[in-house]
Protein backbone atom coordinates (compact mmCIF):
# COMPACT_ATOMS: atom_id res chain seq x y z
CA UNK A 1 0.00 0.00 0.00
CA UNK A 2 1.06 3.56 -0.49
CA UNK A 3 2.91 5.24 2.36
CA UNK A 4 3.27 8.77 3.03
CA UNK A 5 5.79 10.26 5.63
CA UNK A 6 5.46 13.17 7.86
CA UNK A 7 7.64 14.15 10.72
CA UNK A 8 5.88 14.14 13.74
CA UNK A 9 6.76 17.67 15.01
CA UNK A 10 7.74 20.59 13.89
CA UNK A 11 8.90 24.24 15.75
CA UNK A 12 8.64 27.55 14.81
CA UNK A 13 8.82 31.07 16.08
CA UNK A 14 6.08 33.58 15.35
CA UNK A 15 6.84 35.28 12.46
CA UNK A 16 9.06 32.91 10.68
CA UNK A 17 8.30 30.46 8.27
CA UNK A 18 7.34 27.02 9.08
CA UNK A 19 7.90 24.03 6.06
CA UNK A 20 6.05 21.36 6.62
CA UNK A 21 6.88 18.11 4.26
CA UNK A 22 5.21 14.82 3.52
CA UNK A 23 7.15 11.72 1.58
CA UNK A 24 5.88 9.51 -0.73
CA UNK A 25 7.14 7.02 -3.74
CA UNK A 26 6.83 9.63 -6.65
CA UNK A 27 4.04 11.82 -4.85
CA UNK A 28 4.77 14.42 -7.64
CA UNK A 29 2.60 12.31 -10.12
CA UNK A 30 0.05 12.89 -7.26
CA UNK A 31 -2.10 15.46 -6.14
CA UNK A 32 -1.36 16.39 -2.88
CA UNK A 33 -3.52 17.98 -0.53
CA UNK A 34 -3.48 19.76 3.36
CA UNK A 35 -5.32 19.92 6.33
CA UNK A 36 -5.15 21.22 9.27
CA UNK A 37 -6.75 20.21 12.92
CA UNK A 38 -6.92 21.75 16.62
CA UNK A 39 -7.78 19.89 19.23
CA UNK A 40 -11.70 18.58 19.99
CA UNK A 41 -11.79 20.27 16.39
CA UNK A 42 -12.54 19.20 12.41
CA UNK A 43 -10.05 19.06 10.10
CA UNK A 44 -9.87 22.15 7.33
CA UNK A 45 -8.41 21.80 3.99
CA UNK A 46 -5.80 24.49 3.76
CA UNK A 47 -4.68 23.47 0.72
CA UNK A 48 -5.35 21.07 -2.03
CA UNK A 49 -4.46 19.72 -5.69
CA UNK A 50 -1.13 20.81 -4.49
CA UNK A 51 -1.07 24.67 -4.84
CA UNK A 52 -4.50 25.66 -4.33
CA UNK A 53 -6.09 27.30 -1.39
CA UNK A 54 -10.27 27.23 -0.49
CA UNK A 55 -11.69 30.56 0.24
CA UNK A 56 -10.64 31.65 3.20
CA UNK A 57 -7.76 30.27 3.49
CA UNK A 58 -4.82 33.00 4.26
CA UNK A 59 -2.01 32.99 1.43
CA UNK A 60 0.81 32.49 4.12
CA UNK A 61 -0.35 29.25 3.46
CA UNK A 62 1.26 27.20 0.34
CA UNK A 63 1.77 24.42 -1.03
CA UNK A 64 4.31 22.87 -3.50
CA UNK A 65 4.85 19.10 -5.09
CA UNK A 66 7.70 17.82 -6.33
CA UNK A 67 9.43 14.49 -7.24
CA UNK A 68 9.10 12.21 -3.46
CA UNK A 69 8.29 15.25 -1.60
CA UNK A 70 5.42 17.58 -1.12
CA UNK A 71 5.62 20.41 1.59
CA UNK A 72 2.83 22.84 3.16
CA UNK A 73 4.60 25.94 3.49
CA UNK A 74 3.28 28.38 5.91
CA UNK A 75 4.70 31.81 6.15
CA UNK A 76 4.83 34.72 8.99
CA UNK A 77 3.74 32.06 11.50
CA UNK A 78 1.16 33.27 13.74
CA UNK A 79 0.17 31.44 17.07
CA UNK A 80 -3.32 30.52 16.05
CA UNK A 81 -1.54 28.33 12.99
CA UNK A 82 -0.29 25.64 15.91
CA UNK A 83 -1.96 22.71 14.93
CA UNK A 84 -1.84 19.01 14.05
CA UNK A 85 -1.15 18.88 10.16
CA UNK A 86 -2.30 15.90 7.51
CA UNK A 87 -1.12 15.52 3.89
CA UNK A 88 -3.96 13.37 1.97
CA UNK A 89 -3.24 11.66 -1.58
CA UNK A 90 -6.11 9.52 -4.05
CA UNK A 91 -3.99 5.85 -4.43
CA UNK A 92 -5.15 5.23 -8.04
CA UNK A 93 -3.53 1.61 -7.65
CA UNK A 94 -5.61 0.59 -4.66
CA UNK A 95 -8.56 3.22 -4.57
CA UNK A 96 -7.90 4.04 -1.32
CA UNK A 97 -7.25 7.39 -0.08
CA UNK A 98 -4.53 7.73 2.01
CA UNK A 99 -3.16 9.92 5.00
CA UNK A 100 0.19 10.78 6.29
CA UNK A 101 1.00 10.14 9.87
CA UNK A 102 0.41 13.76 10.68
CA UNK A 103 2.83 16.33 11.89
CA UNK A 104 1.99 18.83 15.16
CA UNK A 105 2.98 22.73 15.00
CA UNK A 106 4.53 23.92 17.74
CA UNK A 107 4.72 27.49 17.66
CA UNK A 108 7.06 28.82 20.18
CA UNK B 1 -23.44 26.97 4.65
CA UNK B 2 -23.02 23.70 4.33
CA UNK B 3 -23.53 21.68 7.45
CA UNK B 4 -22.59 17.75 8.03
CA UNK B 5 -24.31 16.34 11.18
CA UNK B 6 -23.48 12.62 12.38
CA UNK B 7 -25.62 10.85 14.61
CA UNK B 8 -25.55 7.41 15.57
CA UNK B 9 -22.10 7.26 17.82
CA UNK B 10 -21.84 5.73 21.39
CA UNK B 11 -20.65 2.40 23.02
CA UNK B 12 -21.03 -1.14 21.66
CA UNK B 13 -20.01 -4.45 22.83
CA UNK B 14 -16.87 -6.07 20.87
CA UNK B 15 -18.57 -7.70 17.98
CA UNK B 16 -22.15 -5.85 18.05
CA UNK B 17 -23.46 -3.42 15.45
CA UNK B 18 -24.29 0.36 15.00
CA UNK B 19 -25.50 2.42 12.22
CA UNK B 20 -24.10 5.76 11.77
CA UNK B 21 -25.88 8.36 9.98
CA UNK B 22 -24.75 11.89 8.76
CA UNK B 23 -27.52 14.80 7.78
CA UNK B 24 -26.31 17.22 5.05
CA UNK B 25 -27.77 20.17 4.52
CA UNK B 26 -27.03 23.61 2.60
CA UNK B 27 -26.04 21.52 -0.33
CA UNK B 28 -27.35 19.55 -2.82
CA UNK B 29 -26.81 16.53 -2.03
CA UNK B 30 -27.31 14.32 -4.54
CA UNK B 31 -25.10 15.84 -6.45
CA UNK B 32 -21.80 15.18 -4.03
CA UNK B 33 -19.81 11.86 -3.44
CA UNK B 34 -19.44 11.38 0.48
CA UNK B 35 -17.23 9.69 2.97
CA UNK B 36 -16.26 8.75 6.00
CA UNK B 37 -13.08 9.62 8.06
CA UNK B 38 -12.32 8.52 11.60
CA UNK B 39 -9.77 9.35 14.01
CA UNK B 40 -8.80 6.87 16.53
CA UNK B 41 -8.15 8.85 20.07
CA UNK B 42 -4.69 10.74 20.01
CA UNK B 43 -3.98 9.42 16.46
CA UNK B 44 -4.25 10.47 12.82
CA UNK B 45 -6.98 10.25 10.54
CA UNK B 46 -8.28 6.67 8.77
CA UNK B 47 -10.15 7.30 5.72
CA UNK B 48 -12.98 4.53 6.00
CA UNK B 49 -15.52 4.62 3.12
CA UNK B 50 -16.50 6.36 0.75
CA UNK B 51 -19.54 6.50 -2.02
CA UNK B 52 -20.45 8.31 -5.61
CA UNK B 53 -23.19 11.04 -5.70
CA UNK B 54 -25.65 8.08 -7.18
CA UNK B 55 -24.24 5.31 -4.93
CA UNK B 56 -22.79 3.69 -8.22
CA UNK B 57 -19.46 3.25 -7.12
CA UNK B 58 -18.09 2.31 -3.21
CA UNK B 59 -15.03 2.34 -2.08
CA UNK B 60 -13.82 0.59 1.56
CA UNK B 61 -10.52 0.98 3.64
CA UNK B 62 -9.45 -2.51 3.98
CA UNK B 63 -9.42 -2.13 7.84
CA UNK B 64 -13.35 -2.26 7.47
CA UNK B 65 -13.96 -4.15 3.91
CA UNK B 66 -16.65 -6.87 4.38
CA UNK B 67 -17.92 -5.51 7.66
CA UNK B 68 -18.87 -1.80 7.06
CA UNK B 69 -21.32 -0.76 4.49
CA UNK B 70 -21.40 2.80 3.21
CA UNK B 71 -25.18 4.14 1.90
CA UNK B 72 -27.13 7.05 1.41
CA UNK B 73 -30.75 8.42 0.85
CA UNK B 74 -30.25 11.05 -1.42
CA UNK B 75 -34.53 12.15 -1.25
CA UNK B 76 -33.68 12.38 2.68
CA UNK B 77 -30.29 14.17 2.42
CA UNK B 78 -28.63 11.46 4.47
CA UNK B 79 -25.64 9.36 4.82
CA UNK B 80 -25.46 5.95 6.38
CA UNK B 81 -22.58 4.21 7.77
CA UNK B 82 -23.56 0.36 8.83
CA UNK B 83 -20.93 -0.98 11.19
CA UNK B 84 -21.16 -4.87 11.87
CA UNK B 85 -18.67 -7.01 13.86
CA UNK B 86 -17.17 -4.15 15.63
CA UNK B 87 -13.74 -4.60 17.24
CA UNK B 88 -11.95 -2.39 20.03
CA UNK B 89 -10.04 -1.08 17.25
CA UNK B 90 -12.84 0.25 15.44
CA UNK B 91 -12.79 3.25 18.76
CA UNK B 92 -12.34 6.31 16.96
CA UNK B 93 -14.60 9.62 16.19
CA UNK B 94 -16.05 8.91 12.80
CA UNK B 95 -16.30 12.52 10.41
CA UNK B 96 -18.61 12.76 7.67
CA UNK B 97 -17.07 14.35 5.05
CA UNK B 98 -17.93 15.69 1.23
CA UNK B 99 -15.76 14.55 -1.42
CA UNK B 100 -14.23 16.11 -4.30
CA UNK B 101 -14.37 13.64 -7.11
CA UNK B 102 -11.89 15.23 -10.08
CA UNK B 103 -9.59 14.00 -12.91
CA UNK B 104 -6.85 15.63 -14.71
CA UNK B 105 -4.65 14.54 -17.62
CA UNK B 106 -1.52 15.86 -15.81
CA UNK B 107 -2.60 13.75 -12.26
CA UNK B 108 -5.25 11.30 -13.15
CA UNK B 109 -7.83 10.94 -10.76
CA UNK B 110 -8.19 12.77 -7.64
CA UNK B 111 -10.29 12.59 -4.07
CA UNK B 112 -10.29 14.89 -1.43
CA UNK B 113 -12.56 16.42 1.46
CA UNK B 114 -13.73 20.10 1.56
CA UNK B 115 -16.18 19.89 3.88
CA UNK B 116 -16.34 17.92 7.68
CA UNK B 117 -18.80 17.16 10.04
CA UNK B 118 -18.15 17.52 13.72
CA UNK B 119 -17.76 13.74 14.39
CA UNK B 120 -19.52 11.25 16.57
CA UNK B 121 -17.63 8.89 18.75
CA UNK B 122 -17.91 5.19 18.77
CA UNK B 123 -16.51 3.26 21.54
CA UNK B 124 -16.10 -0.67 20.81
CA UNK B 125 -15.60 -1.97 25.04
CA UNK B 126 -16.90 -4.69 26.56
Known amino acids: SYVLTQPPSVSVAPGQTARITCGGDNIGSKSVHWYHQKPGQAPVLVVY???DRPSGIPERFSGSNSENTATLTISRVEAADEADYFC???????????FGGGTKLTVL | EVQLLESGGGLVQPGGSLRLSCAASGMTFSNYAMSWVRQAPGKGLEWVSGISASSGSTYYADSVKGRFTISRDNSKNTLYLQMNSLRADDTATYFC???????????????????WGQGTLVTVSS
Open chain 1, 88 to 98: QVWDSRTVHVV
Open chain 1, 49 to 51: DDT
Open chain 2, 97 to 115: VRTVISFSSEKGNDYYFPY
